[in-house]
């Protein structure tokens, strides 16, 4: 089992910054990658920012580049940040953290943290 905690929602005013961490714990062997999605009301849930672990390749939406930074922490197994620049209404949201990972016994999964309420007042 592995549990994975986001932490850092909140409410800020359009053009305010926000700071994101998500931290995974329990049965991972290998990190492979963490990534942070997004699901606003009545949307489908979308890809924001995901980052492979060792390698340290990143990917973003074209609606955060440049705005949004993803980075793993590397003092720990796995440990995720989601840096949010000059944010705008749109980008409110529940934002999700993503965990891939291998076990022990060598078996790849992906696990899903709770979500945080990002909300942006125009």
């Known amino acids: 089992q592995v549990q994975v905690v986001e932490s850092g929602g909140g409410w800020v005013q359009s053009g305010g910054s926000l700071r994101l961490s998500c931290a995974a714990s329990?049965?991972?062997?290998?990190?492979?990658?963490m990534a942070w999605y997004r699901q606003a009301p009545g949307n489908e849930r979308e890809l924001v920012a995901s980052?492979?672990?060792?390698?340290?390749?990143?990917?973003y939406a074209d609606s955060v580049r440049g705005r949004f930074t993803i980075s793993l922490d590397e003092d720990k197994i796995a440990e995720a940040h989601l840096q949010m620049n000059s944010l705008k209404s749109e980008d409110t949201a529940v934002y999700y953290c993503?965990?891939?990972?291998?076990?022990?016994?060598?078996?790849?999964?992906?696990?899903w943290g709770p979500g945080t309420q990002v909300t942006v007042s125009s």
């Open positions: 980052i492979l672990n060792v390698v340290g390749i990143t990917n």
């Open positions: 993503n965990v891939q990972y291998y076990t022990t016994d060598r078996t790849s999964l992906q696990s």
């Open positions: 329990g049965d991972i062997f290998r990190l492979y990658s």
